[in-house]
């Protein structure tokens, strides 16, 4: 495949994920992966030191799911909603089902009756499976930059 259509597929990928996080809809978000994948919220300096463990882990869509579902039904948060802005994808390798890149992103949160805010900066570093024409994350770890990030993290990054 070209590496422009690839890139575009990404681009587009990037903005229905923004998108659907921003639009509430994150019923919609356990479909973006594998059935069995990877996804891992941490921070630069555990990335560094190779520290497994993250804020959010899941290994699985089914994990995934029961997440919207707890956001939705269990768990009790300051409403809110995050608007994502990611920059272009840097494609580190590729073949016929499989891809792999890093995308930097901004992640703001607007909170009702507050200031929006910087709430996470980092990167994405993802890896996606083909799935027909369309793209998949088999694996998605977000690196924060900082180490300060908030624990009680609602919505997904």
């Known amino acids: 495949m070209p590496s422009d259509t690839l890139r575009e597929q990404l681009l587009d990928f990037h903005a229905g994920y923004s ?10 978000w356990p479909e973006m992966f594998t ?3 990877h996804y891992r919220v941490t921070t630069a300096e555990n990335e ?25 039904h269990a768990n009790i948060y300051e409403r809110q909603r995050y ?3 990611t920059g272009s994808p840097y494609l580190l390798g590729s073949d016929a089902g499989s891809a792999r890149c890093e995308t930097p992103f901004l992640v703001l949160r607007i909170v009702q009756d507050d200031a929006t805010s910087l709430y ?22 977000v690196v924060c930059d900082s180490r300060r990030v908030d624990t009680l993290m609602a919505i997904p990054l």
């Open 19 to 28: 998108r659907c996080i921003a639009a509430d809809e994150l019923e919609a």
């Open 35 to 37: 059935a069995e994948c």
């Open 48 to 72: 560094r030191e190779g520290h497994a463990a993250g804020l959010i882990y899941a290994n699985s869509r089914a994990m995934l799911r029961d997440r919207i579902s707890a956001l939705r």
């Open 83 to 85: 608007r994502h802005l």
């Open 120 to 141: 996470a900066s980092g990167v994405y570093r993802d890896e996606f499976a083909r799935d027909g024409e369309r793209l998949l994350l088999k694996s998605r770890v």
